[in-house]
C-alpha cells in the first residue's frame, strides 16, 4: 500500500480577507471582490474538472482516529472506491480524512476542496488531488458539482449548513435524484424525527424525503446511492486534457 503524502500547511486568510458581507463598500472594492470570486471559481473548475465522478462526503473535523464515527467514515471511503467513484471531501482532519483514507487505502481516488481559514491548518495526508478556496460558498459549490450523491456523517454547524443547502437545491430541483444519505442512527434520529414533523406541519413535502436515507449500514447507503445513479444518470468521465490549455489529470 502506498504511504500517505505529506501535509503541506494551508494558506491563513489576513484580516482585510475576511470581512466581506460589510455593506455597501466603494465600487473599486466592489469589482475587486466580484473579480476574486471569479477566479476562485476558474481555480476550482481547472483543479477538479478530471476528478470525476465522485461522491462526497461530510462530516465533523474533531473526530480523531479510533473513534466510531472516524472508523464508520473510513468504512465509507473504502465502500466508494469499490464502486469506482471518487471519494470527495472538504479536506481537512476527522470525518473529512477518516473517508479520504478509506479511499486511499482501497486503492481509490481520494480529493479534497478545502477552505481557507484565519488560523492555520493542515490538508490531511490522504488526499491525492486537492484545492484551496477562500470562500465557503465558492467551496459549496464545488463539492457539490462533481458528485453524483452525498454521504452526511455526524458533524456541527458546518456539515448541517452543508446538509441542508444539498436538500434545498434537491427539493428546488436544481439537482434531479441526488440521493442524500446520513450515516449514524444515534446521531441523526432526532433530526430526521424534526423532519418528519416540518412535513406534519406542511412546511415540507413527503416526496422531499424521499431521496434522504437514515441508517448505520454502509453497505445498505451504497446500495441506496447505486439505485439512483443507475436509474437517473449517465456516469461519465474526462479523461482528455487540453495541453495547451495547461491542464492536467
Same mark, same amino acid.
Given at each position: 500500500?502506498?504511504?500517505?503524502?505529506?501535509?503541506?500547511?494551508?494558506?491563513?486568510?489576513?484580516?482585510?480577507?475576511?470581512?466581506? #458581507?460589510?455593506?455597501?463598500?466603494?465600487?473599486?472594492?466592489?469589482?475587486?471582490?466580484?473579480?476574486?470570486?471569479?477566479?476562485?471559481?476558474?481555480?476550482?473548475?481547472? %483543479?477538479?474538472?478530471?476528478?470525476?465522478?465522485?461522491?462526497?462526503?461530510?462530516?465533523?473535523?474533531?473526530?480523531?482516529?479510533?473513534?466510531?464515527?472516524?472508523?464508520?467514515?473510513?468504512?465509507?471511503?473504502? %465502500?466508494?472506491?469499490?464502486? =469506482?467513484?471518487?471519494?470527495?471531501?472538504?479536506? =481537512?482532519?476527522?470525518?473529512?480524512?477518516?473517508?479520504?483514507?478509506?479511499?486511499?487505502?482501497? =486503492?481509490?481516488?481520494?480529493?479534497?476542496?478545502?477552505?481557507?481559514?484565519?488560523?492555520?491548518?493542515? #490538508?490531511?495526508?490522504?488526499?491525492?488531488?486537492?484545492?484551496?478556496?477562500?470562500?465557503?460558498?465558492?467551496?459549496? !459549490?464545488?463539492?457539490?458539482?462533481?458528485?453524483?450523491?452525498?454521504?452526511?456523517?455526524?458533524?456541527?454547524?458546518?456539515?448541517?449548513?452543508? #446538509?441542508?443547502?444539498?436538500?434545498?437545491?434537491?427539493?428546488?430541483?436544481?439537482?434531479?435524484?441526488?440521493?442524500? !444519505?446520513?450515516?449514524?442512527?444515534?446521531?441523526?434520529?432526532?433530526?430526521?424525527?424534526?423532519?418528519?414533523?416540518?412535513?406534519?406541519?406542511?412546511?415540507?413535502?413527503?416526496?422531499?424525503?424521499?431521496?434522504?436515507?437514515?441508517?448505520?449500514?454502509?453497505?445498505? %447507503?451504497?446500495?441506496?446511492?447505486?439505485?439512483?445513479?443507475?436509474?437517473?444518470?449517465?456516469?461519465?468521465?474526462?479523461?482528455?486534457?487540453?495541453?495547451?490549455?495547461?491542464?492536467?489529470?
Amino acid at each position: 500500500m502506498s504511504h500517505p503524502i505529506s501535509t503541506p500547511t494551508l494558506p491563513v486568510l489576513k484580516p482585510g480577507e475576511i470581512h466581506y #458581507l460589510d455593506g455597501p463598500v466603494q465600487r473599486h472594492r466592489e469589482l475587486g471582490f466580484a473579480i476574486k470570486v471569479f477566479f476562485q471559481f476558474l481555480k476550482g473548475f481547472r %483543479a477538479l474538472h478530471f476528478v470525476g465522478p465522485c461522491i462526497t462526503v461530510f462530516g465533523s473535523a474533531r473526530f480523531k482516529e479510533g473513534h466510531e464515527h472516524y472508523e464508520k467514515a473510513r468504512e465509507v471511503g473504502r %465502500a466508494i472506491a469499490a464502486t =469506482g467513484f471518487t471519494t470527495m471531501t472538504g479536506g =481537512g482532519p476527522g470525518i473529512m480524512e477518516a473517508a479520504n483514507r478509506g479511499a486511499f487505502e482501497a =486503492g481509490g481516488r481520494s480529493v479534497g476542496c478545502n477552505i481557507v481559514l484565519p488560523f492555520e491548518q493542515h #490538508l490531511n495526508p490522504y488526499v491525492q488531488k486537492s484545492v484551496n478556496i477562500r470562500y465557503f460558498f465558492v467551496r459549496k !459549490v464545488l463539492l457539490l458539482k462533481y458528485s453524483y450523491a452525498f454521504i452526511i456523517l455526524p458533524g456541527g454547524w458546518g456539515t448541517m449548513d452543508e #446538509l441542508f443547502e444539498t436538500l434545498t437545491l434537491v427539493q428546488t430541483k436544481v439537482m434531479h435524484n441526488f440521493p442524500v !444519505v446520513l450515516i449514524g442512527k444515534s446521531y441523526f434520529q432526532p433530526l430526521m424525527d424534526y423532519l418528519h414533523f416540518m412535513e406534519h406541519q406542511r412546511t415540507i413535502s413527503p416526496e422531499d424525503l424521499q431521496l434522504v436515507l437514515l441508517t448505520d449500514d454502509v453497505q445498505e %447507503a451504497m446500495a441506496h446511492i447505486q439505485k439512483y445513479i443507475e436509474r437517473h444518470f449517465k456516469v461519465s468521465t474526462r479523461n482528455k486534457p487540453f495541453w495547451w490549455l495547461l491542464e492536467k489529470v
